[in-house]
């Protein structure tokens, strides 16, 4: 298992697209890569997501089940729906 905390952040385009493929190629074949960021552009590149707000887990699963849950179109967009949601309770 490889964990990476914003592994991205203030790279360079180039680099970044790079880093992410490669990524890309190691989940394919069998890798498991944990990423932890608080920058929604990479929580869209990954398969599955998990949210965690204050101490409370508020999402884990796909990517396409969090957008059908909250019915929105991009990753920010639905954690901030899931975190709204997760507060009502």
């Known amino acids: 298992m490889l964990v990476l905390d914003e592994p ?3 790279l360079d385009p180039v680099l970044r ?6 990524f890309k190629d190691l989940a394919a074949v069998g ?3 944990l990423v932890s960021s608080h920058v929604m552009d990479e929580a869209e ?3 599955n997501l998990l949210l965690l707000r204050e101490g409370k887990l508020l999402w884990q699963d796909s990517k396409e089940e969090l957008l ?3 019915k929105t179109k991009s990753v920010q ?3 901030m729906a899931a975190i709204k949601k997760g507060g009502e309770s």
Do not use: H, P, S
């Open 68 to 70: 059908a849950a909250t």
């Open 45 to 47: 590149r990954c398969d």
């Open 17 to 22: 697209q790079e880093l992410w493929q490669l």
């Open 31 to 33: 890798k498991t890569l």
């Open 77 to 79: 967009d639905a954690f």
């Open 8 to 10: 991205t952040v203030g």
